[in-house]
């Protein structure tokens, strides 16, 4: 009986130890990769937004960043957590 309780414990730590390795760490990783990338937004960076909206970053405020989007210079402010990616994305660039 002891033996298989050593087992049980032994397989359990080595789920958990599977599970951080393959889903938490390069989640972390992911994560702080991408608001490194977005404290070190400045105005006339390209960007691509969650709704897929490309356009320039004309200002950076606290919580919010204002991006031109167009030949027509509409501006629109959106939500840091908004911001995808930097860089236009692939499919823009394709059409």
């Not at 298989?4 to 958990?16: E, G, H, K, N, T």
Request: aromatic share 8%.
């Amino acid at each position: 009986m002891d033996n298989s309780i050593i087992l049980l414990i032994a397989l359990l730590v080595f789920y958990i130890l599977i599970f951080y390795f393959l889903k938490m760490r390069p989640d972390k990783k992911r994560k702080k990769e991408q608001e490194e990338m977005k404290k070190a937004l400045v105005p006339g960076d390209a960007v691509t937004m969650i709704d897929g909206i490309v356009g320039n970053i004309c200002a950076v405020k606290e919580k919010t960043v204002v991006v031109e989007t167009g030949a027509d210079r509409v501006r629109l402010e959106y939500a840091h957590w908004a911001i995808m990616d930097k860089g236009v994305a692939i499919d823009q660039v394709q059409q």
